[in-house]
């Protein structure tokens, strides 16, 4: 990236267009190899991608975009040399879990007052006014902004 070269434009510097896709299709074809990749390769200078160049280097705390992304508690390596859940008991630093909920701070989510239970709170109106299948189902809770995404161990 590239600073920007006015005041004007450092303004909005961090500043889009549109909001972030909720779908972002991929589509990758080529036609059919002679031989092998290798081969190709050889022949043409071209068969491979370059899909390390596309990660995210580590140490990056800013994190990434496209923001689709799994997310997976540390881990470590036990006396037997299996790899297993290195925050079985916790997080520990490092772990991209506990980056994320350090970034985000505490968070708490309520569930709906009783004075948010009027009709006219909840956008019904009609046949369906006072029926308590419409009334909104939210629970309270807090922590992280990683509650809410899978965090494999």
Avoid at 55 to 71: H, I, Q, S, Y
Avoid at 75 to 80: G, I, L, N, S, T
Avoid at 95 to 107: F, K
Wanted: one cysteine or more.
């Amino acid at each position: 990236m590239t600073a920007p070269a006015t005041a004007e434009a450092a303004r909005w510097d961090g500043w889009n267009t549109a909001l972030k896709p909720g779908h972002e299709p991929i589509v990758l074809a080529r036609k059919p190899l002679e031989g092998t990749v290798a081969s190709n390769i050889l022949a043409y200078g071209t068969g491979a991608m370059n899909t390390a160049a596309c990660k995210t280097p580590p140490g990056d705390a800013e994190g990434r975009w496209p923001t689709n992304v799994l997310m997976s508690h540390a881990w470590a390596v036990d006396e037997a040399g299996w790899i297993v859940d290195g925050c079985a008991d916790g997080c520990v630093e490092g772990c991209p879990v506990a980056e994320l909920d350090g970034q985000s701070g505490r968070l708490t989510s309520g569930a709906n007052p009783r004075r948010r239970n009027a009709d006219k709170f909840r956008d019904v109106y009609g046949d369906f006014k006072g029926q308590t299948a419409c009334k909104p189902v939210r629970g309270a809770d807090s922590g992280g902004a990683s509650r809410f995404y899978a965090a494999f161990p």
